[in-house]
Nanobody, 121 residues
Framework: QVQLVESGGGLVQAGGSLRLSCAASRSIFSITDMGWYRQAPGKQRDLVAKIPSRGRIVYLDSVKDRFTISRDSAKNTVCLQMNSLKPEDTAVYYC???????????????WGQGTRVTVSS
């Protein structure tokens, strides 16, 4: 019903940059928030950053000074600019969207398939 298309992952050396993008279906009636999670092998999935339609942007403390999340409401897209990347940023990054597909629908959560980010030293 809802498609989240992710792009921008890849392999980069420590200190480099990557920009992740996620596009959600424009047929969604309303979006509450959009964000990014990540999961490294053997570890839990953590919130990296999220940007709500109303409210404050939140970041994982370890990325707060290096990553920037942005959103284009007209295109239903969210981007994560990642600078000064470190090996500990290596993970699969997942786009996450909360919203209502129809005006009279309950709130739902949608996930992207994940895009891999590898930071080498």
């Amino acid at each position: 019903q809802v498609q989240l298309v992710e792009s921008g992952g890849g392999l980069v050396q420590a200190g480099g940059s990557l920009r992740l993008s996620c596009a959600a279906s424009r047929s969604i009636f309303s979006i509450t928030d959009m964000g990014w999670y990540r999961q490294a092998p053997g570890k839990q999935r953590d919130l990296v950053a999220k940007i709500p339609s109303r409210g404050r942007i939140v970041y994982l403390d370890s990325v707060k000074d290096r990553f920037t999340i942005s959103r284009d409401s007209a295109k239903n897209t969210v981007c994560l600019q990642m600078n000064s990347l470190k090996p500990e940023d290596t993970a699969v990054y997942y786009c996450n969207v909360n919203g209502r597909y129809r005006w009279n629908s309950d709130s739902e959560t949608w996930w992207g398939q994940g895009t891999r980010v590898t930071v080498s030293s």
